[in-house]
């Protein structure tokens, strides 16, 4: 019998495109989770390479990396500074109201 040799799946292995990037994003937005939405956002800095990330937000590498882990804790102005600096655009729509 042979062993399986696994290897660690990361996101960023799948964010090529720009295409891949938002709806990656979009669907972390739709689950309505903050810790999620940084978590993201730190996936898709890495994809496009934190260190020049970290140069266009002023940031230290390190604080991006700790703010955009899945228990960083980044307050609003953060997180528009790493979407501005990304070129992500975010936009609001009323969802649907519930029935009864």
């Known amino acids: 019998m042979t062993a399986n040799k696994l290897t660690k799946w990361d ?3 799948h964010l090529k495109t720009e295409e891949d990037m938002a709806l990656y994003l979009e669907a972390c937005l739709e689950e309505n989770d903050p810790a999620l939405l940084a978590a993201s956002l730190g996936d898709i800095a890495r994809a496009r390479g934190m260190a020049q990330l970290a140069r266009d937000t002023g940031l230290t590498r390190e604080g991006l990396y700790k703010a ?14 790493v979407m501005g600096a990304l070129g992500v655009k975010l936009h609001a729509e009323f969802k649907p109201a519930h029935a009864g």
Request: aromatic share 0%; glycine share 12%.
């Open 11 to 13: 996101v960023v292995d």
């Open 68 to 81: 955009l882990s899945g228990a960083g804790n980044p307050s609003l102005a953060t997180i528009m500074k």
